[in-house]
Structures are given as structure tokens and as C-alpha cells.
């Protein structure tokens, strides 16, 4: 892959059967969908795998089972952040030891540590796994918190924090992060539509979430630009910016559930509290990617 995560990860969903089981059948497919469109990188159980209603034991099985079907084709990644400390460490432990190439962990949620506090989280986090690498995701929209830059630029002295996923959408702090941080440390646009935009400051690549029905697109676009080809790029970008949209009409991730399901790729099915798209808004998302 050239990198050491890739530049297209996918944050995959969790397959859900009419039973709210996890649907082990449709995994294979999935996974085999999601490499065949340019996905180099998969996150398991992370929020877009609704890793809220998944227990411990789901989250292993499905590290396991991800990373036997993947092989070396993928870099798998295990979420393993939650707003518990001792419970993340526990968890990048076991994790470890299924096989996975690395995790991520998210800043926590809720209870609104502070900087010092989400340094030592992190970590914590790290040296429950020290030999694999570790990526922080940084999304104060659903977590409050927001990981500063420089508190970002402390935890990059420790050896396997090696990326960040960025959903703060402040290309300020991005740029600034950038311009101080280690060259080996890399930084993924964590919303879709950002993705372009923080390649061009210097990021490396997004952790995404429309890749599972546009992947082939937006692998075309980031390889775009990392040849040198930016005008190709932001024409690429602008097209895909109504799709990548869509794909956020009602709670994540259950648009691209329902577009996966039209493409023959498992069903709709979430786990309360979140829902299904009804036949209405299925239609009136399939407009809009035919409009787009």
C-alpha cells in the first residue's frame, strides 16, 4: 500500500439480520465489496459500526473474523476507544491479540475530560498495545471534547501513536497541528467532505464512510491528487460532494445500509435507538444519488 495505513479507509458497518443479530454471512461479502472499490484500510466496530450497542465479545469476533478474511489485502483496525479508560485498555488488549494491524480510539465522550486528562487517556490506550499502531479520532461534534493541537503534538513523542483521524473540521488547528508535527505522523480527513481539503494542507487520506457505495470514485480522487493532478481532484470532489451528502440524510450509517442493500449487500437493519430508512426515504435517497 506505500503507506502505513493507506489513504482510503473505510469505517464498515456491521451487518445486521431482521433479528438485530450480527449477520455473519453477509461479512465476506461486505469486506470483499469494500476491497474490490479501493478500500485499503477497514475500521471495525467503530461509531459508523454502531460500536455503542455492540458487546465485547461482538467487537472481538468481529476483529477476528475481519482480519481472517482480509488477510494482508487490508489494514484492519479494531475501535477500541469508549469514554472508560480502564475499559479501552482492556479492550486494545484483547483486541491485540485477534489479529488486527492497529486501532483506533476516540476522544471521550460525555464526560468531558480535559487536556490532560484525554493525554493520559490516550496514552493509556496506546501502551495496552504498544506494538501496533494507534490512531486518535478527534470529532468534538458527537464527543464535546475537542483534542487540541498541542496536546495532539505531546501524545505523537509516544512511539505507536502514529495518526489521527480529524473531524473537528477547524482546518486552522489541522495546519497548525501540521506544521509542528513529525513527518511520519499522519492526518485523515474523518469527514467525507473533507477529505480534499485536508489533503491540501497536507493530510494523508480520510477514514470514510460514503467509500462503501462510492469507493471507486473517491479512490480516484485522493489518487488524483497524490499524483500531482489537483484540478482533477477538486473536479472529482465537487461531483461526489451531493453523494457524500446523501449519505448523511438521517443518522449514520443507516443511509449507506439501505444503498448497500440495493446493491445486494446486506439489509437496511440497524440496532435501536437507531433506525432503518423507511421505503420513503430510501426512494428519495436513491433520487438523489441518481440526480448527483
Known amino acids: 500500500m506505500g503507506l502505513e495505513f493507506g489513504r482510503l479507509l473505510t469505517a464498515m458497518i456491521t451487518p445486521f439480520n431482521s433479528s438485530g443479530e450480527i449477520d455473519w454471512p453477509v461479512l465476506e461479502p461486505l469486506v470483499e465489496h469494500l476491497l474490490s472499490t479501493g478500500s485499503e484500510g477497514l475500521v471495525i466496530a467503530g461509531t459508523t459500526g454502531e460500536s455503542p450497542t455492540l458487546t465485547t465479545d461482538e467487537k472481538l469476533a468481529l476483529f477476528k473474523r475481519v482480519k481472517e478474511i482480509t488477510g494482508t489485502r487490508a489494514f484492519v483496525m479494531a475501535g477500541t476507544g469508549t469514554n472508560d479508560t480502564s475499559y479501552s485498555v482492556q479492550l486494545t488488549e484483547k483486541a491485540a491479540a485477534t489479529g488486527v494491524d492497529g486501532m483506533m480510539a476516540v476522544t471521550p465522550y460525555y464526560n468531558k475530560p480535559s487536556q490532560e486528562g484525554m493525554y493520559y487517556h490516550f496514552k493509556s490506550i496506546a501502551e495496552g498495545a504498544p506494538s501496533l499502531p494507534l490512531m486518535i479520532y478527534n470529532i468534538p461534534g458527537r464527543c464535546i471534547v475537542n483534542l487540541e493541537a498541542d496536546t495532539l503534538l505531546h501524545l505523537t513523542a509516544i512511539s505507536n501513536i502514529r495518526a489521527v483521524k480529524e473531524a ?125
Open 168 to 292: 473537528s473540521g477547524d482546518l486552522d488547528q489541522i495546519a497548525y497541528f501540521l506544521d509542528h508535527s513529525p513527518e511520519y505522523f499522519k492526518v485523515y480527513s474523518g469527514d467525507d467532505s473533507s477529505t480534499l481539503p485536508i489533503m491540501s494542507i497536507g493530510g494523508t487520506g480520510v477514514v470514510s464512510v460514503a467509500a462503501h457505495v462510492i469507493g471507486r470514485e473517491m479512490k480516484t480522487m485522493i489518487d488524483s491528487f497524490a499524483a500531482g493532478e489537483p484540478a482533477l481532484a477538486a473536479a472529482s470532489h465537487r461531483k461526489l460532494l451531493p453523494k457524500m451528502k446523501a449519505c448523511f440524510m438521517a443518522p449514520n450509517p443507516a443511509p449507506v445500509k439501505a444503498m448497500l442493500e440495493q446493491l445486494g449487500v446486506g439489509a437496511r437493519f440497524t440496532r435501536a435507538p437507531l433506525l432503518p430508512l423507511t421505503e420513503s426515504e430510501v426512494k428519495q435517497l436513491e433520487n438523489w444519488f441518481s440526480l448527483a
